[in-house]
């Protein structure tokens, strides 16, 4: 549960809209509660709302759309730059807390009319670096899964686990929420509930449907607690695994195949999987998009870069190479 008791009565209204008509997910309504109470604080302390000394103990209950009024695109300027400052937030952080204000405002402006002027107008998100994702080679990736294999406990779960996300490329939540009957067995499909709600197919290969159907001849249906009698993957205590859990697990498969925890991770396994389908597979990018649920095709393009091995076959492959 997201606790809203100290918000200020117009940033709840905005969570409820961006819940109820908006869809949003409740990740998502979190990251903005957390965003937009924080932006609040700062504003609170910068205009002397409050006499504590520390803007992460003001209490915003009190703050009043008047106040909000005063606020200029400097303000939130200067928002950013305490969180570079103060945090070294990256320009990821920074972006997301931009996305989280822009929504905000144009709520209060466009949908409530509670003010006449959006000071998020003309706000810029901050330019992010372009790195190449980090993701294990077609080598390492088999490895993993022989590590995984060989596993001496749950290793039906924790082989499907691994299977899916390096074959479906998935997100955590949406292996999370896996349920029995999201998967069709004739057409050898699964639905999941991607980011912000969307809901979208993922066809599922033979080692995902060979995985799967391992772990159900040996999955629990006893003592199964009664929310998480349809989940897929359970954990020992025979309820829903959770996030946390299947991040501990990966991250002791990894050790145990000898690559570096603090390089890969459950996200780098989703890198993964779509770096070695455009590498291999030779997949297009759009259908590439769908399959990863990216709502950007620019967000889809950071695994179209290309391995060393791979610059330097073109240099060698160059016509003048032996002149």
């Known amino acids: 549960m997201i606790d809203t008791k100290d918000n200020p009565s117009f940033l709840n209204s905005f969570l409820d809209y961006s819940s109820t008509i908006l869809n949003k997910s409740s990740n998502t309504i979190k990251e903005y509660n957390y965003d937009l109470a924080h932006f609040l604080k700062y504003i609170s302390y910068i205009y002397k709302l409050s006499d504590e000394k520390e803007i992460k103990d003001i209490n915003i209950s009190t703050m009043t759309i008047n106040d909000i009024k005063k606020v200029t695109l400097d303000d939130i300027h200067g928002f950013l730059f305490y969180l570079k400052n103060t945090f070294n937030s990256k320009p990821a952080t920074r972006a997301r807390?931009?996305?989280?204000?822009?929504?905000?405002?144009?709520?209060?402006?466009?949908?409530?009319?509670?003010?006449?002027?959006?000071?998020?107008?003309?706000?810029?998100?901050?330019?992010?670096?372009?790195?190449?994702?980090?993701?294990?080679?077609?080598?390492?990736?088999?490895?993993?899964?022989n590590?995984?294999?060989?596993?001496?406990?749950?290793?039906?779960?924790?082989?499907?686990?691994?299977?899916?996300?390096?074959?479906?490329?998935?997100?955590?939540?949406?292996?999370?929420?896996?349920?029995?009957?999201?998967?069709?067995?004739?057409?050898?499909?699964?639905?999941?509930?991607?980011?912000?709600?969307?809901?979208?197919?993922?066809?599922?290969?033979?080692?995902?449907?060979?995985?799967?159907?391992?772990?159900?001849?040996?999955?629990?249906?006893?003592?199964?607690?009664?929310?998480?009698?349809?989940?897929?993957?359970?954990?020992?205590?025979?309820?829903?695994?959770?996030?946390?859990?299947?991040?501990?697990?990966?991250?002791?498969?990894?050790?145990?195949?000898?690559l570096d925890v603090n390089k890969y991770s459950v996200h780098k396994l989703r890198h993964t999987a779509a770096t070695l389908m455009y590498q291999y597979g030779n997949v297009d990018i759009r259908a590439l998009q769908e399959l990863l649920g990216h709502e950007s095709i620019a967000t889809t393009e950071i695994y179209t870069h290309v391995s060393n091995e791979q610059v330097r076959n073109a240099v060698e492959s160059n016509p003048l190479s032996d002149v």
């Open 97 to 145: 807390k931009v996305a989280s204000i822009r929504m905000f405002f144009k709520y209060l402006t466009q949908k409530t009319k509670m003010l006449d002027v959006n000071p998020a107008q003309d706000l810029e998100t901050p330019k992010l670096d372009k790195r190449i994702p980090k993701y294990l080679s077609l080598e390492e990736s088999k490895r993993l899964l």
């Open 147 to 258: 590590v995984v294999n060989n596993s001496d406990r749950n290793k039906e779960r924790d082989y499907a686990i691994i299977t899916l996300f390096l074959n479906c490329g998935m997100r955590l939540s949406e292996l999370v929420g896996i349920n029995i009957k999201d998967i069709d067995f004739s057409e050898e499909k699964l639905t999941v509930i991607g980011k912000g709600n969307k809901e979208r197919t993922i066809y599922l290969n033979k080692a995902c449907m060979k995985a799967i159907n391992d772990l159900l001849l040996v999955r629990p249906h006893e003592g199964v607690k009664s929310d998480s009698r349809d989940a897929l993957f359970l954990s020992e205590r025979k309820e829903r695994i959770s996030n946390r859990t299947v991040q501990y697990i990966v991250k002791q498969e990894l050790l145990k195949a000898g």
